[in-house]
């Protein structure tokens, strides 16, 4: 993955894509940065850890778009999402809302959850089932909803 990034930008440097250029240096800067936190720079980091870092990437771009639109800086918001949409080309597909549900009821059944207090257990099956591909946070409301008030 992180050899497609590095020819990506490659190819936007030579076809004069500024946007598309930054945000891929940005997201170099950021793998390697977690590269050294890791301690990995001998190996370098899997793929699976380098979709961690694009997964967190993304929501920083988001977070921020939100956070210019309530300023009211609309400009700075849709260059954000741009960019956002740019990292989310290198993430798997995400998984749907409804299919994050099944795997939080299947998970409810296989750990024996009854309570929110077993939240943790349940995000844990699910994360170990869908990986990068289902939102923490939707899982999390799926989980608590569904502990909470027993809709299983």
């Known amino acids: 993955m992180q050899d497609r990034i590095e020819n990506d930008l490659k190819q936007a440097m030579l076809a004069g894509d500024k946007a598309k250029a930054e945000t891929l240096r940005g997201l170099k800067s950021a793998i390697w940065n977690e590269t ?6 001998d190996k370098g980091l899997s793929d ?10 993304t929501k920083k ?3 921020a778009a ?7 800086n609309i400009q700075k918001a849709e260059a954000e999402l741009a960019e956002k949409q740019i990292i989310e080309a290198y993430l798997p597909e995400q998984a749907s809302e409804a299919e994050i549900e099944a795997a ?3 998970a409810i059944a296989a750990t024996g959850a009854s309570s929110p207090a077993d939240m943790g257990k349940v995000i844990g099956a699910v994360r170990s089932k869908l990986g990068a591909s289902a939102d923490g946070a939707v899982i999390a409301k799926i989980a608590k ?5 027993g809709k299983s």
């Open 36 to 41: 050294i936190a890791q301690g990995a720079k």
């Open 48 to 57: 699976e850890q380098i979709q961690k870092v694009l997964a967190r990437e």
């Open 61 to 63: 771009r988001q977070e």
């Open 104 to 106: 939080v009821v299947e």
């Open 66 to 72: 939100d956070l210019y639109k309530q300023g009211g």
């Open 145 to 149: 909803d569904k502990l909470t008030n």
